[in-house]
């Protein structure tokens, strides 16, 4: 029979890897009768646990939320992604988690055996961050949003244009993407009657939210709006090109925040300038024709004018 110590710990495991659990399923994983398994989750509710216990034939035990976080138990893989996304927030794009995130790291490399130190030092040391390219959100803002998400209660906010003239919105929130460099809502705009997307670090909640609504339906998939948004928005110079590479390629050549991809191979992309725009297509080592605009198959017929000379 295991220890009291140990078999706490394994009850709490178990009762942390799916929703219900029956007493004699519990039982029969810990060995035990049921009237232990009864005595030990009595245990675990002296020490702070809230668990849920239903009666019956069909009965069990729920873990419930408590007041105090219990012990994390994972196994190897969960604990090595845990701290890979706890290196890579550290670095990221979220303004004030990033000495929570390391302390939250140092605590857990600590746990770990040897052998997942090994694994996850050898990522942090063969790793950089890049994210720090685009502007930081605010953390308290981003949970404030996703809560409003999660609620299905609508936000307002003071909103900075790119332009930097300011306004205040009210919107049904409906999802949060990241594209890499930087943070996005897709939203309904109240006073627009329509579907916008929104710079979260230009974003300033105000308290309360507003009223619950019922979510409506999005026109896509929220990535793929806010993309086709973003580029149409942010870009000085939009544009769409063929590109003739089998889709496989293009997925793996294409980073999230090249734009939207569409099953035909054509690329919604845009730069703030044709030369970078040009120098992105080139970059790419597959052939292409651009659509739109015409502005930048003149400046791809100057520069292949410009290399033929060279």
Request: net charge positive; glycine share 10%.
């Amino acid at each position: 029979m295991l220890e009291t110590s140990v078999r706490l710990l394994r009850l709490l495991s178990l009762l942390q890897s799916r929703p219900a659990w029956g007493g004699p399923e519990l039982a029969d994983r810990l060995g035990v009768t049921g009237r232990t398994v009864r005595n030990d989750v009595e245990r675990l509710r002296i020490l702070g646990y809230e668990i849920r216990a239903t009666p019956g034939v069909a009965g069990g035990y729920r873990l419930g939320a408590g007041a105090a976080l219990p012990p994390l138990l994972l196994d190897d893989e969960e604990a090595v992604a845990v701290a890979v996304s706890l290196h890579a927030a550290a670095g990221g794009t979220v303004t004030g988690i990033e000495e929570t995130s390391l302390r939250a790291l140092t605590k857990l490399q600590r746990m770990l055996p040897s052998r997942l130190r090994h694994r996850i030092d050898a990522v942090g040391m063969a790793t950089v961050s890049v994210t720090r390219r685009g502007p930081t959100v605010d953390a308290d803002v981003l949970t404030h949003i996703a809560a409003a998400v999660r609620d299905r209660e609508r936000l307002r906010f003071d909103y900075r244009l790119r332009d930097g003239t300011p306004g205040v919105r009210e919107v049904e929130p409906h999802r949060l993407v990241h594209t890499g460099r930087r943070w996005y809502l897709l939203a309904w705009d109240v006073a627009r009657a329509d579907w916008r997307t929104f710079r979260v670090d230009r974003v300033r909640p105000r308290v309360p939210n507003g009223p619950r609504f019922v979510p409506r339906e999005p026109p896509a998939d929220a990535a793929t709006h806010v993309m086709r948004g973003v580029g149409s928005a942010s870009y000085r110079h939009p544009a769409r090109v063929r590109l003739h590479a089998p889709m496989e390629r293009l997925a793996e050549l294409l980073p999230p925040a090249a734009g939207v991809l569409t099953d035909d191979g054509v690329l919604e992309t845009g730069g703030d300038s044709l030369g970078d725009l040009a120098a992105f297509l080139g970059s790419l080592g597959v052939d292409f024709t651009v659509l739109d605009p015409p502005e930048l198959r003149e400046h791809l017929h100057r520069l292949a004018e410009r290399y033929a000379r060279a």
